[in-house]
């Protein structure tokens, strides 16, 4: 019998920092300016402990349920007849959160460069990459989202470019000072978190990896990279711009990438832009790859490929509803808190869940 692939520390790696550096990266600045003011970056590695700590109790799922499935861990538990629907939830919300991050990026993408292009065009060609990733897949979507990696890792050097006009007194001595979100609290700290979404996703990749637990130090290595693009970003922003600019500024990324002029490139902001496609499409197809599992436990004997086209056919057809770039934004950021809430539950549930099974047997054995 032919042993299946699995997945290892490195590609992992690149998976998890390709589904945490979307669009998201190009309005950092401004939503750590609006909900932390000045010196936001350190609320960033504040939050960025958090999610490694969540990371840590997704490693404790793992560990505890020797490499099960979470999928395996609740059915164990709990009747199929009550987790189906649930599944069926699971599966549709995060199929519309897939479907919002393509949309949301074709809509700025349409924007900044094809004005009079109808949207949906543009998104029905983002559905066809995403059908082709989904129906390979995590193995193809693994080595695919490696390729990604290489064409868009010398990005980040672009930072450099703007240390000439980088002046530390826009810094200010003073931390947390002058927000201007009107919700204030834990809500401004989640408006910040949302721009990690997507590393809880690695909770699907067990029934794919060994079970020595050596592929966790790529969920740790990959989050901590994204984490390092992120705070050079936003270090080169709040150094660039002053705290009102940031404020006041739609894609501060953007307008900072209209400052370089080179005499070969005009108007690099737009090919920078194009090449985070890329990231965007894998954050997207890991969404709806977590869509699948949950559908595949529902009607597990499907045939090939044939729930991966009905996937992505519901997410074209969802990316009807945002049909301007506000409405998609507020339905996404939206998305993403419940995502945030999802993604510290769904390890405790499961630990809790683990915990009984053990205390089961013990009563059983005793």
């Known amino acids: 019998m032919k042993m299946r692939e699995k997945l290892n520390w490195f590609h992992i790696a690149i ?163 002058g927000a201007v979100a009107i919700e204030g609290g834990l809500h401004n700290w989640a408006e910040l978190f949302t721009v990690f979404v997507g590393y809880e996703l690695c909770m699907f990749l067990f029934p794919f990896v060994e079970k020595d637990g050596k592929w966790l130090r790529g969920v740790y290595i990959g989050h901590l990279f994204a984490t390092g693009v992120y705070l050079l970003v936003l270090v080169t922003a709040y150094g660039f711009f002053s705290l009102q600019q940031l404020q006041l500024l739609k894609y501060p990324i953007i307008n900072l990438l209209a400052y370089i002029e080179l005499p070969f490139i005009n108007r690099i902001e737009n090919i920078t832009f194009t090449f985070f496609l890329f990231t965007n499409l894998a954050s997207a197809v890991m969404f709806c790859f977590a869509s699948v599992q949950a559908l595949r436990r529902v009607i597990p004997h499907a045939r090939p490929k044939l729930l991966e086209f009905i996937v992505v056919c519901l997410a074209y057809g969802i990316a009807f509803l945002p049909n301007i770039l506000r409405k998609s934004e507020l339905w996404l950021r939206n998305a993403y808190f419940i995502e945030i809430g999802l993604s510290f539950a769904a390890p405790v549930f499961l630990l809790l869940l683990l915990w009984w099974q053990r205390h089961r047997e013990r009563r059983l054995h005793s």
């Open 15 to 177: 998976l998890i920092y390709a589904i945490e550096l979307d669009v998201l990266l190009f309005v950092l600045p401004r939503i750590s300016a609006e909900n932390l003011g000045t010196n936001g970056w350190i609320g960033l590695l504040l939050l960025s402990g958090a999610a490694l700590f969540n990371v840590f109790m997704i490693s404790l799922v793992f560990r505890l349920g020797r490499g099960a499935s979470v999928f395996d861990i609740m059915e164990a538990s709990l009747p199929r007849a009550l987790l189906y629907p649930l599944y069926l939830v699971l599966a549709g919300f995060w199929l519309f959160v897939g479907s919002l991050v393509g949309k949301n990026y074709i809509l700025i993408y349409q924007m900044i460069s094809f004005p009079t292009t109808d949207p949906m065009m543009l998104f029905l060609l983002f559905c066809f990459m995403l059908y082709f990733l989904l129906a390979k897949g995590i193995y193809g979507i693994s080595k695919a989202t490696t390729m990604i990696f290489f064409l868009t890792a010398w990005m980040p050097l672009l930072n450099f470019y703007f240390f000439g006009e980088w002046k530390a007194v826009r810094m200010t001595p003073y931390i947390f000072q």
